[in-house]
């Protein structure tokens, strides 16, 4: 009976979702997107500083807590070019 509530009350605690932060670091040369997969130079220290940032504005909340960033990084599709752009380029 013990082992019942103290798995529901970690259970309750697991379940408070907060929003997360988003941050758009923008275009950036293939050189900084290399050192920021390992961990280091100023994408990393940019992510870091967000970090400390939203752990200042948790205060009380962010204390025991381990805050992860999760980096995404993308490259933006080619558009595809009509058959007409192909064949006549630089007739609008």
């Known amino acids: 009976m013990a082992e019942e509530t103290e798995t529901t009350q970690s ?3 697991q379940s408070v979702m ?4 988003i941050v758009e670091l ?9 050192d920021l997969k390992k961990g280091k130079g100023k994408l990393w220290d940019e992510v870091l500083n967000v970090v400390e940032e939203a752990r ?9 807590k381990v805050l992860v960033p999760v980096i995404m ?3 933006k599709k080619a ?13 609008k």
């Open 11 to 13: 259970e309750t605690k």
């Open 18 to 21: 907060t929003q997360p932060i």
């Open 26 to 34: 923008g275009t950036k040369k293939s050189g900084n997107i290399k």
């Open 56 to 64: 200042d504005m948790l205060g009380a909340e962010a204390e025991g």
């Open 73 to 75: 990084i993308y490259q």
């Open 79 to 91: 558009k595809r070019r009509g058959l007409e752009k192909l064949i006549f380029p630089y007739i």
